[in-house]
């Protein structure tokens, strides 16, 4: 699989600068991003990262809506308006934006996890919590009890 995968925590340093696992920084590379792309998740306390793979799904969400339509423009605003792109620096560090810190309650702590196609930045314990709460659905999901609420092949 050539995606985000696993999970990591890190701690961060002084600066407020935390290393991005290894092995997302080489799908990063593969990808030919040049930085990170960072947004608010909407679903969740976490921030969604990526490259150009996450950049694409974007972009097919907003080709679904006519250009210069308010509808497009409120989405563009919130999917690219609303984002950071922050440098990663020689070491593999990110700095944590005040962003990324109100919107996942971060403070000396990161758990990135992989979502195949982008990754997102959690504070440790609310990714345990919403870890658990995936899985007994992803469960119930797949035995057939609840029903997915995007179809397949719909970007999430």
């Not at 509808?71 to 440098?87: Q, R």
């Amino acid at each position: 699989m050539a995606g985000f995968v696993s999970h990591f925590t890190n701690r961060l340093d002084a600066k407020g600068r935390v290393s991005i696992p290894a092995p997302f920084r080489a799908v990063l590379a593969r990808d030919g991003f040049e930085g990170l792309y960072c947004i608010a998740s909407p679903h969740c306390p976490a921030v969604d990262a990526g490259g150009n793979e996450l950049l694409s799904e974007i972009q097919t969400r907003l080709d679904a809506f006519a250009k210069l339509s308010p509808d497009h423009d409120a989405l563009a605003v919130a999917l690219f308006g609303a984002s950071e792109t922050p440098k990663i620096d020689g070491d593999g560090r990110i700095m944590i934006s005040d962003m990324v810190r109100e919107h996942s309650g971060i403070t000396d702590q990161v758990t990135f996890a992989g979502l195949g196609y982008k990754f997102q930045i959690w504070e440790p314990e609310k990714f345990r919590e919403h870890r658990a709460e995936a899985q007994r659905r992803a469960l119930a999901m797949l035995s057939g009890q609840v029903p997915p609420t995007s179809s397949p092949g719909e970007p999430a």
